[in-house]
């Protein structure tokens, strides 16, 4: 049973950094993708990044690109996404995700999800 479980979130100022942290559990991820979204509230869920665990090709949303960066520890199975330079329009709940298959963008496409995690940006 895969499971998927997120740590690091909380609350920063404006211009400070994060990593959020995904542990995966349950079979072994080749050919998989780990993805991350986030949800604000009254928003819609929307991708944030992906990463290709065999290959380590990368995925981005451009409201991202540059500040946030997504990382495979193939030896701890942990999937980080470091966040920097963060605003306050990236507070919402980030939830890790996994598929198997490429990069994508579809949070329908995925079919683990960890429970998430709030990360709280001050102005």
């Known amino acids: 049973q895969v499971q998927l479980v997120e740590s690091g979130g909380g609350l920063v100022q404006a211009g400070g950094s994060l990593r959020l942290s995904c542990a995966a559990s349950?079979?072994?991820?080749?050919?998989?993708?780990m993805g991350w979204f986030r949800q604000a509230p009254g928003k819609e869920r929307e991708f944030v990044a992906a990463?290709?665990?065999?290959?380590?090709?990368?995925l981005y949303a451009e409201s991202v690109k540059g500040r946030f960066t997504i990382s495979i520890d193939y030896a701890k199975n942990t999937v980080y996404l470091q966040m920097n330079s963060l605003k306050p329009e990236d507070t919402a709940v980030y939830s890790c995700?996994?598929?198997?298959?490429?990069?994508?963008?579809?949070?329908?496409?995925?079919?683990?999800w960890g429970q998430g995690t709030q990360v709280t940006v001050s102005s």
């Open positions: 995700a996994s598929r198997f298959g490429s990069t994508s963008y579809g949070a329908g496409e995925y079919r683990y």
């Open positions: 349950g079979r072994t991820f080749n050919y998989y993708v």
């Open positions: 990463v290709a665990w065999t290959g380590g090709d990368t």
